[in-house]
């Protein structure tokens, strides 16, 4: 037997080439037509499981898309119990969204691997899976006892996940749980993520006429819905980019000016944003920073709009529906029901007498902050210290892990984001990337993790 | 040989049939997967003029999908030439936007056939080839040259058929020129419309970021496309529901009291509203009925807007790239090219400094108005006395057809349009549909209106 890191060391091609597996298997958790892949990524990990020592390997069914559980609880009554969350679940992708190679067909350019569900989530799953791999082949063993709990819904907000925590309480227990989901800003720039905003998802759909209309016979006596969903969307903003809706930020806590002070140490750069972003210019909410109005402040985002024709060439059509996809990012305290109930209430407030107005949610989850000197945080911050070449800096992220508001109130656990993607992997967009010196980097970096949850419990 | 009339009752169930197998090429003119059905469509028109006699048939190219032409010219010199125009090529069509059967297998339920094209424009090409081809075969005979030209572009805009009407000028030419493309309301008012609304049709794009981002990510710092574009669209009408485009109306002529109580007369009721558009509530321009707002008022519509994610599920996108496909209907004396001029510079003015614009324009064509008093339009009026109890109304039309304005001014010539689909046919939209008694109605009507032009000019 070896040394764990030495393990992780010669088997790294081998890690590296099962990540390229999972990554073929177009498991987008959202469509249907995908429904026998996403289940076959399922398979795919809990085989792997099996295969690298965990017990109790699970396929467990949800409404929707099972979660595959599995466990190691050999390390002793003495040793904590860590939960491990990660996603297999990708967002849609297409070779005519603006990819260069095929999404499902991982490419390697430049030490960088392409393809969907690379960087979300599936780096993660097989990094936290190869680490406990390599703690449980090694000579050290493993000192923690672990849990896996691996969703496949996330990208779809995670509908049926509180409810299968609440159902699966007493085998979900934990000391503390890390959420193996979400990256780095820089490849040299170790950070621990101690507060995510959470999120509210939705959908409203308007109706007009009862059918699709010739806009030449009718057009100038009905209220065409693909115009009247761009007046309600343009509704939810002020023109200085805030949110229109009443009482939006009233439960929004501020920040103090300490804590405002060292979230602007990660503000990024107007050259980052141009790199990353590269609109022609920056937009938002008035009197705060790009780290803070992606990070401490909420958003409404309207995730797609659509109403007639829009394919090649042209229709002239008054269509009878129009509909708008839409998200709010929410930050400490504000409660995703409360959002949902005062921003669906405001849009049939503005909707026109001319439409009929339905809204369908699509997901929610809390925003969430865990402290900064609890034993978990302290561990991650420590194992930072292995290949990196400075301190962890603490941040606040603007993205959302449902999972993490359900597993504090529902187990009460600390938890702590923990990923090696970074800022430009291009998750949900085109073109989805990781970095191959990062993969491997995460690998040993989860193994010091373990090792140092261990030792700060003992 | 037989009396035409009697040719005409005798073979009418053949020409049915040809409707339908017409109807059954799915000529969707703008879809570059239906080109070779579209030039199927053609040749099938093309068999069927050599059969019935036409001379000089020819499938003529343009940059597009072709024309096709013939002419019998051997009523001698004294008598008049008219030109007939058709189109066709068909509006898109999937079942699942709603119909109750395959859109291109038409259907007939109580005396209804329902297909794609069958009333827009399909019948009428049918129509005018019967009605020639039962003048050229009774005792009769033909009273009038006879020149016909069908193109396969008019859903798209046409864009190519000004060149070619000019290129093919003196092929052309002719006395006077019906276009068969229209409908009436109701099928015991015939109607003879004398003015037809224009159009200018074009697609503003926007693009943002560029990629597309996760929400959670950079969501607040980016002016999402997806709202942008909602944002700019909100802007192209005031809230009354007149258009906020600065100097949009200035060109337009205003009817005088007489003729604006001539287009009252044949105003929709709210009744007939609620059933044919059953809207929640009508819209439009303050202090115009709906016969004028639909008519004589000219409009600007969004034929389609789009952003983001819209398919099953949600994604927590920002999208990079947006847009809308819009259509101006323009009124006498509107000029489309000075139009479009205005609106997208309008468009380029309420755009944000946050997105970059691009323009493409889809087609035009001038609004027309035909004298009361020509020829043409007294032997139609005489020729809806055969088989109608009414007499015929005179009528402003919403819709367009470019070719219209195109021969008005290349050719100089009188045109009226001609039809016999009705205001519930749907069509552009689902289960577009077609009386079959209104079918033989306008072969015999067709065949009297040719008859009335020659009695006129002798």
Redesign the interface.
Known sequence: MTNVYDYAQNNRDRFLQQLIELVRIPSV????ARRADTLRAAEWIADDMRRIGLNNVAILPTEGNPAVYADWLEAGDQAPTVLIYAHYDV??AELS??WDSDPFEPTERNGVLYGRGIA?DKSNVIITLKAAESLLASEEGCPVNLKFLFEGEE???SPNLPGFIRDYKDRLQADMAIIADGGLEKPDEPMIIYAM?G?V?F?VRIT?????????????????P??V?????????NED?SIAVPGFYDDVENLDDAERAEVQKSD?SQQE?DQ??????????PGYS?AE??GS?P?L????????????????????K????I?C?LVANQKPDKIYEMVTSYIRQIA?????VEFQK??DGAPIRVPLDSPIVQALSRAFKLHWTQEAAYKR????IPIVAVLQDELNLPCVPLGFSL?DS??????ENYHVDMFHKGVDTTIRFLQEIAAASS
């Open positions: 958790g959202t469509d249907p967002q849609p969204d603006g979300d990208e779809g907000g905003r999120i998802a959908e007009g006429p009862i059918t699709d209309l010739h806009s030449g016979v009718h057009g100038g006596s009905v209220h065409n693909a115009q969903i761009a007046e309600m969307v343009a509704k939810l903003h980019g990024m944003w990353n972003v590269g609109a022609p210019k920056d937009w938002g909410e790009l109005r992606t402040r958003t985002e309207i995730n797609g709009i659509y109403g007639g024709y829009i394919g090649d060439g042209f229709k002239t059509v008054i269509p009878s129009a509909m708008a996809k998200s990012r026109p007498p001319t439409v009929h699509h997901g992220t603007g993205g959302s800022a291009g998750i949900h967009g085109p073109n």
